[in-house]
């Protein structure tokens, strides 16, 4: 075998496990959805999409495992994320409600090349989507310059 293909089958190898263990994080990623409030008149408007990983019978909290993702593990947490978020509205449309939901995303994220695409090809699994539908909140630790 020569060296190129040793190399190229390594190459695939090295991807192969990577996107196993991508896939493998967002099977346990739990959205835990917090009702959005109008201040007003007490309504519930909207849900904040919160990130979870079920580990074992509990659910750690993004504290306890964000900061150990690659940026491809994050891409994929909002990929998973932005899916859980949107099958909830949908299934609260199907039941006559009409709520917004909230994901939030790393400004790095927004910024990457793909950002666009990744969101699109999400939002493209899903019926017509109204303008307000979807809200995304950029990351507090990220917010400033």
Do not use: W
């Not at 996107?19 to 099977?27: E, F, G, K």
């Not at 739990?30 to 109008?38: K, L, N, T």
């Not at 008149?41 to 306890?64: C, F, I, M, N, W």
């Amino acid at each position: 075998m020569t060296m190129q293909r040793v190399q190229a089958r390594k190459h695939r190898t090295v991807g192969s496990r990577k996107t196993c263990a991508l896939r493998q994080i967002a099977s346990h990623i739990r959205a835990v959805f917090q009702p959005i409030e109008d201040l007003c008149t007490g309504e519930v408007v909207g849900y904040e999409a919160l990130a979870r990983l079920k580990h074992g019978d509990q659910l750690l909290s993004p504290a306890d495992f964000l900061s150990g993702l690659s940026q491809d593990a994050l891409t994929e947490l909002f990929r998973t994320m932005l899916g859980q978020a949107m099958s909830l509205r949908k299934s609260l449309i199907g039941d006559g409600l009409d709520f917004f939901v909230s994901v939030n995303v790393e400004v790095p994220l927004v910024l990457s090349d793909g950002f666009v695409e990744l969101l699109q090809d999400v939002l493209d699994q899903y019926a017509f989507i109204p303008e307000g539908a979807v809200v995304l909140e950029l990351l507090e630790g990220h917010a400033a310059p």
